[in-house]
């Protein structure tokens, strides 16, 4: 069983609606959650941070995560076409060297259709 | 703008030759960085945590002979692929971590494709 697990999609919707990302994990060390955005051939974009249970809003994104079910979650609301990427959950461990360490999702493939 | 620098972004080489990758943060000092492999339509994969002034640590299964990781300076680090092979072709991305007084953020270069030939 991979430590993050992530439904690699592909996920397709129009335009204007709500997308609903999610990942679950098995480590309980884990204490800092993100979301990052990728475009093909790029980096990935840091998008959400997230320390320990809660939720946390910025603009058209809403994370959440819910350290009891060991389930985070990313809300993009009114979809646009250049949100289209692959979308990946990362985790890392609290402390010292543990923070930075990465372990990431398979990724969403997310196509916003106009 | 970027604030991790990766280069060089594309790289094409002879197998069995060597190749050198850097990653500099750019406007803050790194005394710890890491580097990833990413295969084609998989995640990405952390194969080593390079540390300013000390030696590497390479996680379990990466071959630390093969892929030599040198942290010279609060700036760059470098990852050297060495005797590379067609099976070593893979997006290399790293990432530096900025402390701040706000609590540490990890920034991630704009990744390397290397392709041996």
């Known amino acids: 069983q991979k430590e993050v697990e992530q439904d690699p999609g592909p996920l397709s919707v129009p335009e204007g609606a709500i997308v609903s990302l999610n990942c679950t994990y098995s480590n309980s060390a884990f204490q800092y959650f993100m979301w990052y955005r990728q475009y093909s051939r790029k980096g990935p974009e840091l998008l959400m941070y997230t320390y320990s249970s809660g939720n946390k809003e910025d603009g058209r994104f809403t994370a959440q995560v819910d350290k009891s079910s060991k389930y985070i979650s990313l809300f993009i609301r009114d979809s646009q076409p250049s949100d289209s990427a692959t979308y990946l959950c990362?985790?890392?461990?609290?402390?010292?060297?543990?923070?930075?360490?990465?372990?990431f999702g398979q990724g969403t493939i997310l196509t916003v259709h106009p | 703008g970027a604030v991790v620098s990766q280069h060089p972004s594309r790289v094409i080489c002879k197998s069995g030759t060597s190749v050198k990758i850097e990653c500099r943060s750019l406007d803050f000092q790194a005394t710890t960085m890491f580097w990833y492999r990413q295969f084609p339509k998989q995640s990405l994969m952390l194969m080593a945590t390079?540390?300013?002034?000390?030696?590497?640590?390479?996680e379990q299964g990466v071959e630390k002979d093969k892929f030599l990781i040198n942290h010279a300076s609060l700036t760059l680090s470098t990852l050297t692929v060495t005797s590379a092979h067609p099976e070593d072709s893979s997006f290399y991305i790293c990432?530096?971590?900025?402390?701040?007084?706000?609590?540490?953020?990890?920034?991630f270069g704009e990744g390397s494709w290397l392709t041996v030939v």
């Open positions: 990432s530096a971590r900025r402390i701040g007084v706000n609590g540490n953020t990890i920034y």
């Open positions: 390079s540390n300013e002034g000390s030696k590497a640590t390479y």
């Open positions: 990362a985790m890392s461990g609290a402390g010292g060297t543990s923070y930075g360490k990465l372990t």
